[in-house]
């Protein structure tokens, strides 16, 4: 069968991902473009036996190859066999998104051009003439609400006439003597040129660079004409017009894109004080701006935590209590190890997978609220002269906060950011935010050496969380992130209200990707530290793989101060399951154990079942209920009277306790944070996060120790 | 005069960019900032940096050390 391939291009925020959703009945597909963490959106559909494939590019404003996104963009329509470009318009937004279309129509390429928005761009009184537009540029010209799904199946008709007529579009005339130069290098370049010439030729003016690297890359400078006459060509116009070129290119495309705009378009005779104008008066107001961002991340924090803790439990409960328990009397008659490894291992790993959907969803929902509506990118306004100290964006405050709640989803939410490098600093530093997982680990040791101002010790390790990530950022931003920072040029778009489609894509979309692409790398690694854990099976903690390698290297640790305690070490390890994993192999290495669960009660499995569903109706109840309360219990602790905490009380001092902490905040969060470094930003990143989340660890606490010892403590 | 020197409602027209880096200079012109164009300061953010500037009708935010880089003329409130 025959298939089309059609590359959606277009300004960033012009809905060019809802259009995709509603042609193709919202079945897109996200990944990434090869070799960076830009997102890559795709669909497929089938249209009158005709398959169709549908690409989403990333949000561009040019084709000048100065972010990834507009080098993926470009490289994309240039070296793939593309049978349409569907150029989507923000309606009300005309010039400058004709801008872009003037580039695309030099691609020769056969286009379609999407007027999307155009509900509000007839709201606010604006009028078009379509008829002599389409001719202006002799191509197809239809008006689209993507979100409300109109102008779909005209849009769908008009991709197949044009990509199987394949008629080139006009390109935007440029003045008299540029044209004349244009023509003059055309002259130059061999009639079997693999790419469209108007382009090649524009690209050879503006000596642009990258195009000279991949023309050297596939071997084509040859063909080129000689750089004398292009230098030649190019003086001359330069001398004409008193400007460089590369200030001359884009504003004769204004002009271009000007004179069409003048032809085609009636704006309406006042300007009404528009909606955004209102709310960015409240939202950026210099006094109420930051609280009122604040707040809102507040709100979203404690809607995302609070409301994903009962599924979250359920969850877990689901896995581990129900599938776990009855796999467990199934597999009753089979050795114990095997037992083991598939209740422990297998489905631990499975269950700790899924336990993070719910938290994804949530996270999700407030995310792609926050991103649709527009609100984000007054985030980074607001923000920015904060974040930008340490090579942040203004964008990455919102991840770090959410990483106090948990690493995992914080580390997805650095998807808001466009910027790479200060997306990668984000994800580097947000191990240090002292996240929900790790107060237990706090409430154990406080309580035994901090008993009075524990609070005030808990309050001082998330700030030495924080300090580290100021001091590691700095330092990434000089040592390995270097060059200059990228500008920072963001539209604001206008608010609008998100409807509920976008946002269910996104979650459903985004969660999806997390349990097949994190979950599989999570899932290895549980079994691995099942083995570690547990073999020898049935030997005591000191004689398994983990307790003999945690005896050989704990000397390692003595300028931290918890050498001399291979159990503290050892404990390190199943706390990269998860943090509060610390306590429990703590209890097991000190022999202290938790109180057998023994008495299990015996139930039925058909009372069982009943029990699980009934609990998630309970964990439905609660999550609304939890809503409503505006108290976080995320930061709750409590500790009980165990065995435990005499050990712990002998083994340890005051200072080394507090080293000790130190560590555990710093060193590698969990596994699933891992998983989702891995996702997002491959393996080169996560080894260095791993890198970081090892050595920094290290050093902070030997200085913590010798700094306290010094002291006196 | 530059772009940063001026206050929230006021606006000028685009003379032209000052900045020798090629790379910053193609970013604004792509964003709209041509010779011509006239722009109308909106708001400065709250910790004094960066700013919003209305230009070819949408918004547009960017850093002070950005706008310096960028010449205008002022222009009356009447003419905006």
Same mark, same amino acid.
């Given at each position: 069968m025959k298939e089309l391939i059609i590359a959606f291009a277009g300004n960033p925020n012009v809905g060019k991902t809802a259009l995709i959703n509603s042609l193709s009945g919202a079945k897109l597909k996200i990944g990434?473009?090869?070799?960076?963490?830009?997102?890559?959106?795709?669909?497929?559909?089938?249209?009158?036996?005709?398959? =169709?494939?549908?690409? @989403?590019?990333?949000?561009?404003?040019?084709?000048?190859?100065?972010?990834?996104?507009? #080098?993926?963009?470009?490289?994309?329509?240039?070296?793939e066999k593309i049978d349409a470009i569907i150029n989507v318009i923000d309606a009300t937004n005309l010039e400058r998104n004709l801008y872009l279309t003037s580039q695309l129509l030099d691609l020769e390429i056969p286009t379609v051009i999407a007027l999307n928005m155009w509900d509000e761009f007839e709201d606010k009184g604006y009028r078009l003439d379509i008829e002599k537009f389409e001719q202006a540029i002799n191509a197809k010209v239809i008006t689209t609400v993507a979100t409300k799904g109109k102008g779909v199946n005209k849009l769908l008709k008009a991709i197949i006439s044009t990509s199987e007529k394949q008629n080139k579009p006009n390109f935007l005339k440029l003045s008299q003597k540029i044209e004349e130069s244009i023509e003059e290098l055309i002259n130059y370049i061999p009639e079997d040129f693999q790419l469209p010439k108007r382009w090649t030729a524009l690209k050879l003016l503006e000596k642009d660079e990258y195009f000279y690297e991949r023309m050297e890359k596939k071997d084509l400078l040859g063909k080129l004409p000689r750089e004398e006459i292009i230098d030649d060509v190019r003086k001359r116009l330069e001398k004409y017009f008193g400007e460089d070129i590369g200030t001359l290119i884009p504003e004769e495309r204004y002009g271009g894109v000007n004179s069409i705009v003048k032809n085609v378009l009636r704006r309406p005779v006042e300007r009404k004080r528009e909606l955004t104008e209102i709310l960015d008066s409240i939202f950026l107001n210099r006094m109420l701006g930051i609280p009122i961002f604040l707040l809102l991340l507040y709100l979203v924090?404690?809607?995302?935590?609070?409301?994903?803790?009962?599924?979250? @439990?359920?969850?877990?409960?689901? =896995?581990?209590?129900?599938?776990g328990k009855w796999t467990g009397i199934i597999l009753s008659k089979s050795p114990p190890w095997l037992t083991s490894l598939i209740v422990d291992g297998i489905i631990g790993g499975v269950g700790l997978v899924l336990s993070f959907v719910p938290l994804m969803f949530f996270l999700y929902f407030f995310l792609a609220l926050l991103e649709e509506s527009g609100y984000m990118a007054r985030v980074a306004f607001v923000m920015d002269k904060l974040m930008k100290g340490i090579g942040l964006h203004g964008k990455s405050f919102v991840p770090m906060v959410i990483g106090f709640g948990c690493n995992v989803p914080a580390i997805y939410a650095t998807r808001a950011l466009e910027d790479e490098k200060a997306r990668k600093i984000t994800a580097l530093l947000i191990p240090y935010m002292s996240c929900g997982a790790r107060l237990p680990i706090y409430a154990l040791f406080t309580a035994v050496f901090f008993r009075h101002g524990q609070a005030g010790v808990v309050l001082s390790l998330y700030v030495f969380g924080i300090a580290v990530a100021v001091i590691v950022g700095l330092i990434l931003k000089k040592a390995v992130f270097k060059g200059k920072a990228e500008e920072f040029l963001m539209e604001l778009p206008p608010y609008r209200v998100p409807t509920l489609k976008m946002i269910w894509s996104s979650m459903w979309l985004r969660t999806r990707a997390f349990v097949i692409k994190a979950g599989t790398i999570i899932f290895i690694t549980m079994i691995f530290l099942w083995a570690l854990i547990n073999i020898p099976y049935g030997a005591p903690p000191e004689k398994t =793989?983990?307790?003999?390698?945690?005896?050989?290297?704990?000397?390692?640790?003595?300028?931290?101060?918890?050498?001399?305690?291979?159990?503290?070490?050892?404990?390190?390890i199943p706390g990269t399951i998860a943090k509060e994993a610390v306590v429990g192999a703590l209890g097991q290495a000190y022999g202290a154990g938790e109180e057998e669960e023994g008495k299990e009660e015996k139930s039925s499995f058909w009372e069982d079942s009943i029990d699980q569903i009934k609990g998630f109706f309970v964990a439905i109840w609660e999550s609304l209920k939890s809503l409503a309360t505006w108290k976080s219990s995320i930061f709750e602790m409590e500790v009980e009277e165990s065995p435990l905490l005499k050990k712990i009380k002998n083994?340890?001092?005051?200072?080394?306790?507090?080293?000790?902490?130190?560590?555990?905040?710093?060193?590698?969060?969990? =596994?699933v944070t891992l998983g989702a470094i891995y996702q997002e930003f491959g393996w080169g990143i996560l080894g260095f996060s791993i890198l970081l989340t090892t050595l920094v660890p290290y050093i902070a606490s030997t200085l913590v120790f010798s700094i306290g010892k010094f002291l006196g403590f | 005069?530059?772009?940063?020197?001026?206050?929230?409602?006021?606006?000028?027209?685009?003379?032209?960019?000052?900045?020798?880096?090629?790379?910053?200079?193609?970013?604004?012109?792509?964003?709209?900032?041509?010779?011509?164009?006239?722009?109308?300061?909106? #708001?400065?953010a709250p910790l004094g940096d960066p700013i919003e500037i209305r230009v070819k009708g949408y918004k547009l935010s960017l850093r002070k050390r950005e706008a310096e880089q960028i010449e205008i003329e002022k222009l009356n409130k009447e003419a905006l």
């Open positions: 990434n473009w090869p070799g960076v963490t830009v997102e890559k959106k795709e669909a497929e559909l089938t249209y009158n036996g005709v398959k =169709i494939k549908l690409v @989403d590019l990333p949000g561009i404003y040019s084709l000048s190859p100065y972010t990834i996104e507009e #080098k993926i963009a470009r490289d994309f329509l240039l070296e924090f404690l809607f995302t935590f609070n409301g994903s803790g009962p599924f979250i @439990d359920w969850t877990d409960g689901f =896995i581990n209590g129900y599938i =793989i983990l307790g003999v390698t945690a005896r050989t290297i704990a000397p390692i640790f003595k300028p931290a101060g918890f050498g001399d305690k291979w159990q503290a070490v050892a404990a390190l083994a340890f001092t005051p200072l080394s306790s507090y080293s000790y902490m130190v560590f555990t905040l710093l060193w590698i969060p969990c =596994i | 005069m530059k772009l940063n020197e001026l206050s929230p409602g006021e606006g000028g027209t685009i003379i032209r960019i000052i900045a020798g880096d090629q790379k910053l200079k193609r970013r604004l012109r792509d964003m709209g900032i041509v010779k011509g164009e006239t722009l109308v300061l909106e #708001k400065v």
